[in-house]
T-cell receptor, first 114, second 111 residues
Framework: DGGITQSPKYLFRKEGQNVTLSCEQNLNHDAMYWYRQDPGQGLRLIYYSQIVNDFQKGDIAEGYSVSREKKESFPLTVTSAQKNPTAFYLC?????????????FGDGTRLSIL | GQQLNQSPQSMFIQEGEDVSMNCTSSSIFNTWLWYKQEPGEGPVLLIALYKAGELTSNGRLTAQFGITRKDSFLNISASIPSDVGIYFCAGQLYGNNDMRFGAGTRLTVKP
């Protein structure tokens, strides 16, 4: 089945630790996105990538890093510099080239602090 | 970045009732989208609107793209318990690479 797979579903981070969230898609989409979701708020954009080996900061990139070495993969690292990392993280992708194509989402990773 | 104003924040309704929620923005968008999110899952696309004035249905759901391009509404008719969830609106600008989201409307349906 085509889709977006995020793993793990739940992740715990210790103080001072970096953790990496996985996002894989087999939809052949060029563009991929990472969002953070906090209770009672809309989704906020962390990073996005339009093509392999290129990515751009979103609204809340500080304390996060990404890579895009393969079209189907866009991992997000939550670094120790992110002081309030507890949130639900959502990965999305869409077909680019047609600017108004909607984004489709994975099922998210919930990150908590130990 | 600018977020959208979505209302109401939450709704508690009886099964069978109709529901209406809306989203407004101070900026125009080329595309309006409505998503539904259930607990512990990612948002699922319900309806996409691409043209000002467009009215689109998906089963019991109907959404409209406002004429001013700064607003959209979503109606759900004859609600059922599985309609429970959080509904998000999103606006997208042509050529832009991200979407702006409303804070969501949490819908509870009492049987």
């Amino acid at each position: 089945d085509g889709g977006i797979t995020q793993s793990p579903k739940y992740l715990f981070r210790k103080e001072g630790q970096n953790v990496t969230l996985s996002c894989e898609q087999n939809l052949n989409h060029d563009a991929m996105y990472w969002y953070r979701q906090d209770p009672g708020q809309g989704l906020r954009l962390i990073y996005y990538s339009q093509i392999v080996n290129d990515f751009q900061k979103g609204d809340i990139a500080e304390g996060y890093s990404v890579s895009r070495e393969k079209k189907e993969s866009f991992p997000l690292t939550v670094t120790s510099a992110q002081k309030n990392p507890t949130a639900f993280y959502l990965c999305a992708s869409r077909r680019s080239g047609q600017s108004n194509q909607p984004q489709h989402f994975g099922d998210g990773t919930r990150l908590s602090i130990l | 970045g600018q977020q959208l104003n979505q209302s109401p924040q939450s709704m508690f309704i009886q099964e069978g009732e109709d529901v209406s929620m809306n989203c407004t923005s101070s900026s125009i968008f080329n595309t309006w989208l409505w998503y539904k999110q259930e607990p512990g899952e990612g948002p699922v696309l319900l309806i996409a609107l691409y043209k000002a004035g467009e009215l689109t249905s998906n089963g019991r759901l109907t959404a409209q793209f406002g004429i001013t391009r700064k607003d959209s509404f979503l109606n759900i008719s004859a609600s059922i318990p599985s309609d429970v969830g959080i509904y998000f609106c999103a606006g997208q600008l042509y050529g832009n690479n991200d979407m702006r989201f409303g804070a969501g409307t949490r819908l509870t349906v009492k049987p």
